[in-house]
């Protein structure tokens, strides 16, 4: 009996040991959490460049519209045309693979009768649009003439790019970042804040936006290549690349 008494004394006094640790513990971690407090130290500014460029690449949207009364006729009058446009942007030296068909389609037209409402098929509209891509800008003109030429009846637009723009990119982020730097340093000489090493670089490429060149011939409507008799003068501008840069300095 006095055996289990010392033995249950034991445990019991080993129980209040475990529970002063644990206490102890939860004091010390409570104590911890509480006075650890997150302090944001990191100043940003962000910062644009930009740069202007030649692009050095054309691309002309080019498209022959034909109705016919049947689907044949329709197809051989656009193949015909389109074949005669492959021809001579050949002789003035443009590559087959810059030459690339984008779309064609055949549509069913129809007329309506005011007074049954019938519908009834008179014939049918076959469409081609052909992607013209070239860097000798000298005969872009020359290009849209012969196309007008050979039974072209669509210039849908042009658009002038830069299809190797990494370098001009790299010019842009370099221009950002100094501008960044700059900033940062103007505005903590006026607050009287201490800048530390930048800790994050974060880049945004904002794109590049061509300087617009609109030009759009619709020769549908009773117009036709006589006048264009005009040579075609078309220029190609610059194109502006845009950079975003955001630095990420430690306070000191």
């Known amino acids: 009996m006095k055996k289990n008494g010392k033995f249950i ?4 006094v080993i129980f ?33 460049g930009e740069v202007y460029a030649k692009p050095d690449t054309v691309e002309i949207n080019l498209g022959v519209e034909k109705e016919a009364k049947t689907v044949a006729k329709a197809q051989k009058e656009i193949n015909e045309i389109n074949s005669r446009l492959i021809d001579s942007l ?20 129809y007329e309506y009768e005011r007074q049954s ?36 009846n669509r210039l849908n637009g042009l658009s002038f790019v830069i299809e190797d723009k990494d370098a001009v990119v790299a010019e842009a ?49 009773g117009s036709g290549a006589e006048e264009m008799a005009e040579v075609t003068q078309v220029e190609a501008g610059e194109t502006k690349i845009s950079v975003r840069v ?3 300095y430690e306070i000191k």
């Open 246 to 248: 955001t630095l990420s």
């Open 16 to 48: 209040l040991a475990v529970l002063g640790i644990l206490k102890y513990s939860s004091k010390l971690t409570w104590s911890l959490n509480t006075t650890t407090t997150p302090k944001e130290n990191a100043f940003r500014v962000s910062a644009v």
């Open 173 to 221: 982020r370099d221009e950002a970042i100094n501008k960044a730097k700059d900033k940062a340093k103007a505005i903590a000489k006026s607050s009287g804040m201490s800048l530390g090493r930048i800790i994050n670089v974060s880049v945004s490429d904002n794109g590049y936006y061509p300087v617009p060149r609109a030009y759009e011939m619709d020769m549908m409507k």
């Open 117 to 152: 409402g019938k519908r009834n098929l008179v014939g049918y509209s076959a469409t081609v649009s052909i992607l013209v891509k070239t860097k000798d800008f000298e005969k872009l003109n020359q290009i849209i003439d012969s196309a007008t030429a050979v039974g072209v």
């Open 90 to 109: 050949k002789e003035l030296g443009v590559e087959k693979k810059d030459i690339k068909t984008t779309q064609y389609r055949i549509n069913p037209r």
């Open 9 to 12: 004394l034991t445990v019991f």
